[in-house]
């Protein structure tokens, strides 16, 4: 099982990124989950998808500005990130799992929103 | 939301020790938490799922136990590579969350 994030980079204040997971050694037929750890700072849960992508799980501070995808075709996940603040700087971090127990994570993708 | 309460907040111990970590929750969440390890600049790796099952690979000096509000991992004996953070989380309702972690020192 391997899961490659991709996507992150600097930002400005209410700017936009779009960040990739793409897995492989395994069939992408999972729950997925995107996690944030700020820097310095705890695990913090961001949103996670079904199999199907027909129900979306958000954490209350990204509802609205974030939004979780999927391609199962191309074994990828996405999590969009707009109107993006300060606070949303962080490693963000792409995992197996959600409606069990996160079972494998990719290495993570780092966020930086500053002017 | 459920709140997960982590104990202690840094654990400072040497190799061979036991080390006990304690994860409370805020109001029952049966056995759907797990246990992860993260070592710095590193991902987090799952330990131990819904509350007592080893994860694939795992030691077996890793164990929990403990089912409603008060969940222990426990491990026997301390490695040189154990000394990492070590979370908490269930499962149990949207949103998911983690406990705010213990440091485990040598």
């Known amino acids: 099982v391997q899961l490659v994030e991709a996507g992150g980079g600097l930002v400005q204040p209410g700017g936009s990124l779009r960040l990739s997971c793409e897995g492989s050694?395994?069939?992408?037929?999972?729950?997925m989950t995107w996690v944030r750890q700020a820097p310095g700072k705890g695990l913090e849960w961001v949103a996670t998808?079904?199999?199907?992508?027909?129900?979306?799980y958000y954490v209350d501070s990204v509802r609205g500005r974030f939004i979780i995808s999927r391609d199962n075709a191309k074994n990828s996940l996405y999590l969009q990130l707009n109107s993006l603040r300060a606070e949303d700087t962080a490693v963000f971090y792409c995992?197996?799992?959600?409606?069990?127990?996160?079972?494998?994570w990719g290495q993570g993708t780092l966020v930086t929103v500053s002017p | 939301d459920i709140v997960l309460t982590q104990s202690p907040a840094t654990l400072s111990l040497s190799p061979g020790e036991r080390a006990t970590l304690s994860c409370r929750a805020s109001?029952?969440?049966?056995?759907?938490l797990a246990w992860y390890q993260q070592k710095p600049g590193q991902a987090p790796r799952l330990l131990v799922q819904?509350?007592?099952s080893r994860a694939s690979g795992i030691p077996a000096r890793f164990s929990g136990s403990g089912s409603g509000t008060d969940f222990t991992l426990t491990i026997s004996s301390l490695e040189p590579e154990d000394f990492a953070v070590y979370y908490c989380?269930?499962?149990?309702?949207?949103?998911?969350?983690f406990g705010q972690g213990t440091r485990l020192d040598i």
């Open positions: 995992a197996r799992g959600g409606s069990r127990h996160l079972d494998n």
């Open positions: 050694g395994f069939t992408f037929n999972y729950w």
């Open positions: 998808v079904n199999p199907d992508g027909s129900e979306k």
């Open positions: 109001q029952s969440i049966a056995s759907s």
């Open positions: 819904d509350a007592s």
């Open positions: 989380q269930q499962r149990s309702n949207w949103p998911l969350t």
